[in-house]
């Protein structure tokens, strides 16, 4: 079946005992068992739950992976992908990173002796001669926050197998309607479905995709030793938002594209970030990798951190807030807010400057957000 009908129906089949087309949300935390050592199924819901399970079933297969985990957040995802690592152990992680991962190599994992080096994955040889030792696992965005670089995760793929490495890919800015990085190679695809895969700005969610069973077993029982599982109501909220994402996808990719196109022409962006613009150092390898743009875009405004502000503040449809990849607008400047964690040399050494800003366009009318930008523009450079 094709991805808009798996999205409809994925985990959302109808309930067996019932026939409810809506399945129902088992809010249980024990289950009853038939005697000793013989459990119906389920024993506890934080090892196992049916609308838990209805989930990771849909993840898997929008994935094109036998198997998904859910957790609590996306970061709860990340911790238990970390987990797989022991002390001395190191990772390679993408220059441009979210800056709640880097906080978690940085000042979590460091203590209990893993380390981390940053490198340009962009480049093959670079990346190749990062590797040391007992480095076991590559760390990829892509597009990566906020700067939108692509990376090619076919070839990187191919250089972790080469190196006997994990390929892990936070796969949140392009969803899997857009990308699939386990079926490009990757070892574990990672979404914070707070974001796209529910949509809707009213959960805080976490998922990984695997198709190796050992790797898949080793997440499983740390999803269970750790206990980052997301309670059932969560989980229906994400299977409810997962049926459009599709629809979704559709309408955030249009709006960014044209919103990019514009600031683009307008003369007031230094610079605008956004995969399909034909400008876009990435565009080809986006093109071949990713199915649409996706709803994400960062650019630099004239006028430094002072216009940057008045952007901000003067916007009407578009919300100042975190976060990203729900059905309204939202803007918000990296440096102050997303990516504040970093230490500011660190910000800058990536791009992450003061004229720097982040949009992440909804699925409201076109004509609407990009009047929103122009007025907010207007304000701001005035």
Not at 85 to 95: S, T
Not at 341 to 352: A, D, H
């Amino acid at each position: 079946m094709r991805f808009a009908t798996r999205a409809v129906h994925a985990g959302n089949e109808p309930d067996k005992a019932t026939g409810a087309v809506a399945p129902p949300i088992f809010m249980a935390s024990t289950f009853a068992q038939d005697g000793i050592g013989r459990p119906r199924g389920y024993e506890y819901s934080r090892s196992g739950n049916p609308t838990r399970e209805r989930l990771e079933r849909a993840v898997a297969d929008l994935e094109g992976g036998k198997h998904g985990l859910a957790f609590s957040s996306g970061l709860g995802a990340i911790t238990t992908v970390a987990s797989l690592l022991k002390k001395g152990d190191h990772v390679l992680i993408c220059n441009d990173v979210y800056g709640g991962t880097f906080r978690l190599f940085n000042k979590v994992f460091s203590s209990f002796g893993i380390t981390f080096s940053r490198v340009d994955a962009r480049d093959g040889d670079t990346l190749s001669k990062a590797i040391r030792r007992r480095t076991k696992m590559i760390w990829l965005e892509s597009p990566t926050n906020p700067l939108m670089v692509v990376l090619d995760i076919r070839s990187i793929a191919k250089i972790a197998k080469e190196n006997h490495l994990l390929l892990a890919v936070d796969n949140t800015f392009a969803s899997p309607y857009i990308q699939n990085p386990l079926k490009l190679g990757a070892s574990i695809s990672l979404h914070s479905t707070t974001k796209y895969v529910s949509g809707h700005s009213d959960l805080i969610g976490g998922a990984l995709a695997v198709s190796d069973e050992q790797l898949h077993e080793k997440l499983k029982f740390l999803q269970n030793a750790m206990g980052a599982v997301p309670s059932p109501f969560d989980c229906y909220l994400v299977l409810r938002g997962i049926r459009t994402l599709h629809l979704r996808m559709e309408q955030h990719s249009r709006n960014a594209q044209a919103i990019a196109e514009m600031l683009e022409s307008s003369g007031r962006a230094t610079e605008v970030y956004y995969p399909f613009l034909r400008s876009s150092p990435y565009h080809d390898l986006a093109r071949k990798q990713m199915s649409l743009g996706g709803g994400m875009l960062s650019f630099r405004i004239r006028g430094g951190y002072k216009a940057a502000s008045r952007f901000l503040e003067s916007l009407r449809i578009f919300v100042l807030a975190e976060s990203l990849g729900g059905v309204e607008s939202l803007a918000e400047h990296p440096g102050r807010m997303t990516h504040s964690s970093l230490p500011r040399e660190e910000r800058e050494r990536m791009g992450i400057t003061d004229d720097l800003i982040r949009l992440s366009v909804g699925v409201e009318d076109p004509e609407d957000l990009l009047e929103d930008v122009k007025q907010a523009l207007d304000s701001a450079l005035s």
